[in-house]
Every structure is written in structure tokens, then in C-alpha cells.
């Protein structure tokens, strides 16, 4: 089973990063873009079991670690 | 008195550390590897700049789990003085010993240079030495040195006071182009709501001797002495 977590700033956090991708998409030509955030993809290979527990397994990995709650937020998608 | 510089797999400015600590100012250093539990019976644990585990996840977010950070929390809560510096500083918020995150320099570019910083509390056992105001010519190191905090977590550190060093120019008023990385409010250090505990992005320890081009950096270790021998 493979756990895929995408972290990124929070609505509320300022993301340059993002800022800068969605200048360099305009520059391109690219004229439709509202919004570019910009995160990290974290996949992690689990050992069997159910899918849920799969689930909460990860969402505690990301509460440890994974995250900052602080300034990020998560997203799992389990395969 | 005794302090401890930890190291972990990535530090680059522990020796810098104990140059000061040991030569400058003549003080027993012991260093403290990232594995080890025991502080050594050190009155002051340093948490030195460098990139510890490469940066990776987040800065300081590795370092947070090493062994010898147990021991630091349970220090800092008996009221042990921990200074972390940069790095240190990072992997302090992560540890959740100070209020907050780091967030990449607004200009995503590493800013090495140097900078001056106001003394916003000299109330402290890491500032006790400096004049209220006084404008430090300090260098900063670093590429996420942005701080940010909710707006409850910056009105508890505002109503406790607990800034004590912010980035200003030479006369010491707080701009925006005196703030070299977005943070918020300027903030360049910040103590915990104890005291015992201080965060900061400058390097105090590159500006300890005058042949260096400032020693302004020399009175935040002064300050720590002067506390400890007043205890």
C-alpha cells in the first residue's frame, strides 16, 4: 500500500514560492492561472492491513512529523 | 561555568561556539553529541548554527527527535539556560520550546551578511548586559530565518514581552528595509515565556572579537555569565 502526503503552506501563510511560479506561468503565457502554492509530496510504502488503518496511521505520522501545524497543511491519499 | 554546545550531524558552527566560550571568555565547554542524554551538569546548553540532517523535512525538524533534545526540554524546564542559535533557533520552534515556525526568506534567496538588531529587553539572563535600544552589528547566516506566528501566539509574545532582539538600521528604527527576511514584526530573537529559553537568527558567536569586525555578539554570552554567577 502506498501513502501519498502533500504538505503545503496554509491559506493563510504567504508562499513566494508559489508567487514566483505564477509570475514565470504568466511570463509564458499561461493566462488563466488565479493561484499557484507550492508544497512537498512525501509517498510512503506501508505493510498491508486495511486502508483506514493505513489512514490514521499516517494522519498521526504527519501530526508528529510530517507537518509544521503551525504554517502547513496535509493531505492523504492512500493507494 | 560550564556550557554545552550539542552537535548534531549537520552543525557547522559548534567550534565557533566553543572558540568564544572557551578562548574568548575562558569558560569550561564540553560538546555534546546529538546522541547522548546527559547535559553533563552544564549550567547553559548551546544549540549552534549549521543545517543539522541537511535541512531535510524542515529545518530542524530531525533534530528535534535526537536524544540529547529530550534531555534539553526537560533543561529547559527546570529552568536551565538554552540559547540556539539559527539553526538552533530553528530547531528550537520545532521542538515546540519556543512559540512559532519558520518560513523561507521572502526573497527565497540564503542572505549572508551582516545586520543590526535592536535590544528590546535587557531584563534577561541573555541580555543583561546590553543598554535598552542599543543597536548590534551582528551577522545573519541563513535561508528560512522568516519567523511567523498566529495572531494569538503573537499577542501572547507581545503582552509577555518576550522579543528581545528585532532587526532595525543603524539608528535603530524598525523598517521594512531594515527586515532582511519577512519576519514578522522584525522579529530577529525571542525568549520563551520563562525566560530561560532564547531563540535567535544572528550569530552572536561570529562577533565576539573585534579582529572579526564586531564584537557586539560578545555581550549575549556575557549576559548568560553575569546571570548565572548571580544565581
Not at chain 1, 504568466?26 to 488565479?34: A, I, R
Not at chain 1, 505493510?47 to 498521526?60: L, N, P
Amino acid at each position: 500500500m502506498i501513502a501519498r502526503v502533500s504538505v503545503t503552506l496554509k491559506p493563510s501563510i504567504l508562499d513566494p514560492q508559489g508567487t514566483t511560479i505564477h509570475q514565470a506561468l504568466e511570463s509564458l503565457g499561461f493566462k488563466g492561472v488565479k493561484r499557484v502554492r507550492m508544497g512537498k509530496l512525501i509517498e510512503i510504502e506501508l505493510q498491508g492491513g486495511s486502508k483506514a488503518a493505513a489512514k490514521k496511521e499516517v494522519e498521526r505520522m504527519c501530526q508528529k512529523l510530517l507537518a509544521n501545524p503551525i504554517v502547513e497543511m496535509y493531505r492523504i491519499e492512500i493507494k | 561555568m560550564k556550557f554545552g554546545v550539542v552537535v548534531f550531524p549537520g552543525s557547522n558552527c559548534d567550534q565557533d561556539c566553543v572558540h568564544v566560550l572557551r578562548d574568548v571568555l575562558e569558560q569550561e565547554v564540553v560538546l555534546l553529541w546529538h546522541q547522548e542524554s546527559s547535559l553533563r551538569g552544564c549550567d547553559c546548553v548551546v544549540l549552534p548554527g549549521g543545517f543539522s540532517y541537511g535541512d531535510y523535512l524542515r529545518t530542524g525538524a530531525i533534530a528535534k527527535l535526537s536524544p540529547v533534545m529530550k534531555s534539553v526540554a526537560a533543561f529547559a524546564k527546570d529552568g536551565g539556560l538554552v540559547i540556539g542559535i539559527c539553526n538552533g533557533f530553528q530547531i528550537l520552534l520545532e521542538a515546540g520550546l519556543l512559540p512559532g515556525a519558520m518560513l523561507r526568506n521572502t526573497s527565497l534567496r540564503f542572505i549572508c551578511r551582516y545586520v543590526t538588531v535592536r535590544v528590546e529587553r535587557t531584563d534577561t539572563p541573555f541580555t543583561n548586559r546590553f543598554q535598552p535600544g542599543q543597536v548590534l552589528r551582528l551577522p545573519i547566516a541563513h535561508n528560512e530565518g522568516n519567523y511567523t506566528v498566529d495572531a494569538a501566539g503573537l499577542k501572547r509574545i507581545a503582552e509577555r514581552g518576550q522579543v528581545l532582539f528585532r532587526y532595525c538600521d543603524a539608528d535603530g528604527q524598525v523598517t521594512d528595509a531594515a527586515n532582511p527576511n519577512g519576519s514578522l514584526e522584525a522579529i530577529a530573537g525571542l525568549c520563551n515565556e520563562a525566560g530561560n529559553v532564547l531563540g535567535m537568527m544572528p550569530h552572536p558567536e561570529r562577533a565576539s572579537e573585534p579582529s572579526l569586525g564586531s564584537a557586539d555578539g560578545r555581550g549575549v554570552f556575557e549576559s548568560i555569565l553575569q546571570s548565572v554567577a548571580c544565581r
